[in-house]
């Protein structure tokens, strides 16, 4: 049987070359309808949608002796099965599909019953979050930040170079793409001012970034291997870490970002599988110093994921590209994110979230964030109509988008949308 990342494979369904989702990707969501409002578990096939509770409930997909898992809210009870019923579930999925197999194609009958318009559905956050964790690997975001901070010299603080840098987020506010996000409110203490005052953020930004979806626990105390930390990767989101600069520059000393951080973060619906993403793997940048034993790598665990931001201002009839960069930049890997997240003994769960942190490369248009690329407001984005933004505004749209390119075919994340509200 072909691997389901076979290139020539096809699907009998028709998919247009340009689709994020081919055969070659089958990405996990959470998905409801107006006939059938209970949410249940799909994967994305061209524009459609193959119901997974549909087809374990007649018995095409085989989970035994797990039964049901399909029929929940979010893809935590799949996702606790294992790597190996993952594999094996995605190459049934994708024998089912396939042109040259009637057993779905040709039964009109359980067509109408398992595949759904994407049109007709409405897309749910696809995990049940247990802990949200946000990094900051991108040595060029980073740089980028600490010259305009400290200078050109010091940009770099000492750490940064032995260990992936991350805090403790909120998994309550994460949110599936679509939800509108509301303007945050907190303290400001501009530089001119003696004390501070409470009132609605004025520097309101985006951080364009990947999200690891953990399919596997770990125990607490214990230790992950490479190997080990890999294989609990179930898949990636696209992920928007929407930040308040001027509540987070005043709040950040001694301990981090908090407030700033925990109002709002959005990711895409749809979880595509590491295995999905394993033809794209690339090595990463050089590591120097050399990391310590326990973050070394053997392989390369970095992917060429194209990405790009658009923004489209209440006014705007079409969304603006305002950055155009690529995964394959990070300093910090995934995996290397998650041995280090368990090497003090902290236990991971089924459903824990791992933000990459803001993803931005060398060239200007690859900035991942408005803070980067108005360089802190003296460099307004000029967006056509005349229109100007050093920070975003209420009613302005924002969205994310993500894929890696194949053969004749692209492996994509469909997209991370928010649109700004003001704040109550």
């Given at each position: 049987m072909p691997h389901p990342n076979d290139p020539k494979l096809r699907a009998f369904i028709d998919v247009a070359p340009d689709s994020d989702f081919p055969i070659q990707n089958l990405p996990y969501g959470v998905f409801s309808t107006a006939a059938y409002p209970a949410p249940r578990v799909g994967v994305a096939i061209g524009d459609q949608i193959l119901d997974l509770a549909v087809m374990e409930k007649d018995g095409l997909i085989d989970l035994s002796p797990a039964f049901g898992v399909f029929a929940h809210s979010s893809i935590n009870a799949f996702m606790a099965l294992g790597p190996k019923v993952w594999s094996k579930t995605r190459a049934r999925i994708s024998e089912l599909l396939r042109h040259d197999n009637p057993h779905l194609r040709d039964n009109k009958e359980l067509r109408s019953r398992a595949l759904v318009p994407m049109r007709e559905a409405k897309l749910h956050?696809?995990?049940?979050?247990?802990?949200y964790t946000d990094f900051y690997s991108s040595k060029e975001h980073a740089t980028n930040v600490g010259v305009m901070f400290r200078g050109k010299d010091n940009a770099l603080q000492p750490n940064w170079l032995h260990m992936p840098i991350a805090y403790n987020g909120r998994a309550s506010t994460v949110v599936v793409s679509g939800t509108t996000i509301r303007r945050p409110r907190g303290q400001l203490k501009p530089p001119n001012v003696e004390v501070p005052s409470f009132a609605p953020c004025k520097r309101l930004d985006f951080e364009l970034e990947m999200g690891v979806v953990v399919g596997q626990s770990s125990p607490m105390g214990g230790m992950l291997s490479e190997k080990q930390a890999e294989e609990m990767i179930f898949g990636f989101v696209l992920l928007n870490d929407w930040s308040a600069r001027d509540i987070q520059q005043w709040e950040y000393v001694p301990l981090g970002p908090f407030l700033a951080k925990a109002f709002a973060t959005s990711i895409s619906p749809w979880v595509v599988t590491r295995e999905a993403l394993e033809?794209?793997?690339?090595?990463?940048?050089?590591?120097?110093?050399?990391?310590?034993d326990y973050l070394r790598q053997t392989r390369p665990h970095n992917y060429d994921l194209e990405l790009d931001v658009s923004l489209r201002a209440a006014q705007m009839k079409e969304p603006a590209t305002i950055c155009h960069t690529n995964f394959r930049y990070m300093y910090w890997s995934s995996v290397q994110q998650l041995m280090h997240h368990a090497s003090s003994g902290c236990a991971m769960n089924?459903?824990?979230?791992?933000?990459?942190?803001?993803?931005?490369g060398p060239e200007k248009h690859q900035r991942g964030s408005l803070l980067e690329i108005s360089w802190n407001g003296s460099e307004p984005v000029e967006l056509p109509g005349g229109i100007r933004r050093s920070f975003l505004e209420?009613?302005?749209?924002?969205?994310?988008?993500?894929w890696c390119q194949g053969d004749?075919?692209?492996v994509g994340f469909g997209e991370a949308e928010g649109t700004i509200l003001p704040a109550e």
């Open positions: 956050l696809p995990v049940a979050v247990s802990g033809p794209f793997c690339v090595p990463g940048p050089e590591q120097n110093p050399t990391p310590l089924v459903g824990d979230l791992l933000g990459s942190g803001t993803i931005s209420d009613g302005d749209s924002l969205v994310m988008r993500g004749g075919y692209r």
